[in-house]
């Protein structure tokens, strides 16, 4: 399918629900007609997720890729009920199928293996995965992971082919090698002239991996109005004011002292700026500010909050800003882990701003391994025990799966089906390492997690006017 043939299918169900609010209405017509566009995605799009779980990321020819596959409902994260067909591919260096295999899914699960031929060239490889309703949609919805297979028979043997496809992948890398991008996200979308707004940004390479860094804010008058600096993988952020009629540019200095300026985004003469933060894993707190003038037309001076978690409909209101500012505190004690996406609408029922937020709870099983050695011969059995309790210390049933690699494998994998069903899966963009996130809940993950929030859109659903 096209790209972004799924965007133009959400439109026909926007159109309507946005156009009556050109209508007079009370707060719970404009609040239903927003509910039933989320609805109608869900319904007719049914998303879904595919995780595979491989033994390791790193293969020498002559051996297998061993997996297991898990397909979820996306909204609910509860495995496809009844029989389902999944497709997995291995794709070689040149984005080329090498190799495809159709797995039967029973309850979502499934499972299968790749044999490597002995004449498999050396170089990075990817395994793909998709459901057959996946093929429908874009591809940037299907799972995939790297894998890099050894092959010591052709390790100092290049084709001719493969030859003249790295002399141009060479010279594409020469030319980009010093290329540089700093780009800047301002919280909820839109700077806005005399509105206080939190701006991220992230500087990385032409590979899209973040750099170290530090700049100065500058406006057109080349005066200095702050200093900045990176915090985890190329990601920050900073705190101004933009003042009426002026524009900005940042000077940073990354590398060893090479020195580029970027311009920032030109505010808006009048919006909405939406600020939101996690005063704790019960409480978020949301502000909300414009300097739009008040006008006579009672709707237009209303705004409307929407939350949601994976396009599950989590708390909505209609509120009157008759002083262009106000602020809300949401109990999100029962929303699940996961990124969610607040809205703001204007009184009209047009998708203004947005903040995502990663919400990290204590619903998801914990696992105890016991009886493992500290090393093992090659080859030799591993005996181990396995414990899953859920939140409430239960037995926590379901569909498991444990591999069994050297460390120097394991340690290449940075994602796991954790990672990727509440990140990787829902944002857009490169997560470098998203397993590090996760490893502790201290203040500095906490803080790295929203700035990701912040720099990275969610790739599902979208509003539009």
């Known amino acids: 399918m096209k790209p972004f043939s799924v965007f133009f299918k959400i439109i026909p169900f926007l159109v309507p ?277 008040l006008t006579q037309d009672p709707l237009a001076n209303d705004i409307i909050l929407m939350a949601q978690v994976r396009g599950k409909e989590m708390y909505s209101e209609v509120i009157d800003m008759p002083e262009n500012r106000t602020e809300k505190i949401l109990d999100v004690s029962a929303y699940p882990s996961g990124v969610c996406q607040i809205t703001l609408f204007d009184g009209r029922g047009i998708p203004r701003a947005e903040r995502l937020l990663f919400l990290r709870k204590d619903d998801w099983p914990s696992l105890v391994i016991s009886g493992l050695n500290k090393e093992y011969d090659f080859r030799k059995k591993v005996e181990t025990e396995i414990s899953v309790a859920s939140a409430g210390n239960a037995i926590a049933g379901g569909s498991y799966s444990i591999s069994v690699a050297e460390f120097s494998d394991s340690a290449q994998i940075e994602s796991s089906v954790f990672t990727y069903m509440l990140l990787n899966s829902d944002l857009h963009g490169t997560i470098e390492n998203p397993r590090w996130y996760f490893e502790n809940d201290r203040q500095e993950r906490r803080e790295a997690i929203d700035l990701l929030m912040l720099t990275h859109g969610w790739r599902r659903f979208r509003w539009e006017s």
Do not use: C
């Open 17 to 293: 629900v946005l156009t009556s609010f050109l209508l007079p209405a009370d707060e719970d017509f404009r609040l239903t007609k927003i509910r039933e566009a989320l609805s109608r995605f869900e319904q007719d799009y049914r998303p879904q997720k595919v995780y595979l779980h491989t033994d390791k990321s790193r293969y020498k020819v002559g051996e297998d890729i061993w997996f297991k596959a898990y397909a979820v409902d996306a909204v609910s994260h509860k495995p496809l009920p009844g029989i389902s067909n999944l497709y997995v591919e291995i794709v070689n260096p040149r984005n080329i199928v090498v190799q495809v295999k159709l797995i039967k899914l029973r309850n979502g699960t499934g499972w299968g293996d790749f044999s490597i031929r002995d004449t498999t060239p050396e170089g990075n490889y990817l395994i793909r995965a998709y459901t057959s309703w996946m093929n429908n949609f874009e591809q940037e919805f299907f799972f995939s992971q790297n894998l890099y297979i050894e092959n010591p028979n052709n390790k100092n043997f290049i084709s001719s082919e493969d030859i003249r496809f790295n002399r141009k992948y060479n010279r594409k890398l020469q030319k980009n090698a010093r290329e540089v991008s700093l780009r800047f996200f301002p919280e909820g979308g839109n700077l806005v002239e005399g509105l206080k707004s939190v701006v991220a940004f992230k500087l990385s390479d032409q590979f899209d991996r973040g750099l170290e860094g530090a700049g100065i804010l500058r406006d057109d008058r080349n005066d200095e109005i702050l200093a900045f600096q990176t915090v985890h993988a190329g990601m920050g952020s900073f705190v101004f004011t933009p003042e009426k009629g002026r524009t900005y540019y940042a000077e940073v200095t990354y590398r060893k002292n090479e020195k580029r300026k970027f311009r920032l985004p030109e505010p808006l003469r009048t919006g909405y700026v939406l600020h939101a933060e996690q005063l704790s894993r019960e409480k978020v707190r949301i502000r909300v500010e414009t300097n739009k003038p």
